[in-house]
């Protein structure tokens, strides 16, 4: 029979809709059978498991979306929704920025009450930050928390595809923003500002930032916008004043480093696990790249039937990460 910790650790996979946890827990179920000798309760469990995967539909930072009305017509391919059960608990944050994600929480819960008194509540949010350090997970997290779609806006796309009509297609997505109530994430905003070196119109990507700005600070509607980049110096300067907070995010310190590595390891035992070492050696590494050594560590064990992950295990991925990471930083001269 499974241990008490796997059946837990399934629900919770189940329950916070992280399929990616879900299929190891299973897998990891599927090992411990077919080490008790229930060499065909555990091919059976794998054959699930497989068929299972095989059918999954497309993912947004690891959760499979509840299928919604997806936008029609001239938003499709613009905007792409999602229902994500992500939740705040599930992120490594500093103090700071956990405050800060929870007030908004908690203004959007009290939105009538807020209003009653001629307020208006925080929902414009600028997300800055390196690569792989929770900003699309953010948007996940607010439209998970308080129950309502993701709508998920590729700007590079919208440049891109509609040259000469942006302003026009940006004018619908507002319009969506205000009749249908949601997150919606402009992601890669510094596209705009990257687009520069591509020989397209400048004049062009200035109108559109423009429009944007301008739509931004009308936009009176109940939704929650929230844009993110990696590259703040990109971004026009009157861009901060429009939005009600600017969040800094960045790479986790040791602290935040061990409590990552535990929290994406839930329902796995590690034997005598050495944490200051391990996050010594993970220094450098982004969320992403963290939860990666983590899930690589979990599935090589699956593999090989073993329960019980080493600290060498993951000291091993963790310092493949970093080998990948050294290869695709830039050369120090
Ligand atoms: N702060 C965090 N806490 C926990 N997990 C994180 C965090 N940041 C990133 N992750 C993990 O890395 C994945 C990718 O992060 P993502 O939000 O897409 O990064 P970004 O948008 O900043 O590039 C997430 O789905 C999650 O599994
Ligand atoms: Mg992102």
Redesign the pocket.
Known sequence: MASADQLKALLKSHIDGDDGHFFAVAMQMAAHEAKLGHGKLAEELRGMIDAAKAGSVPVV??KRPTPIAQPRGELAGLLDAYYPKARLT????DDSTSERLQRLIKEQRNFSKIQAHGLSPRRKLLLV?P???????TASVLAGELGIPLFVVRLDALITKFMGETAAKLRQIFDCIASVRGVYFFDEFDAIGAQRGFGNDVGEIRRVLNSFLQMLEQDESNSIIIA?TNHPQSLDYALFRRFDDVIQ?GLPNQVQIVE?LKAKLSGFNIAKPSWSSLAKIADGLN??EL?RAVQEAIKDAVIHDREILTSADLKKTLEERKAVQQHLLPKQP
């Open positions: 930072s690891g599930e992120m490594v944050l930050g690569p792989g350090t929770g900003k699309t997970l993110a995010y990552l969320h992403a939860t």
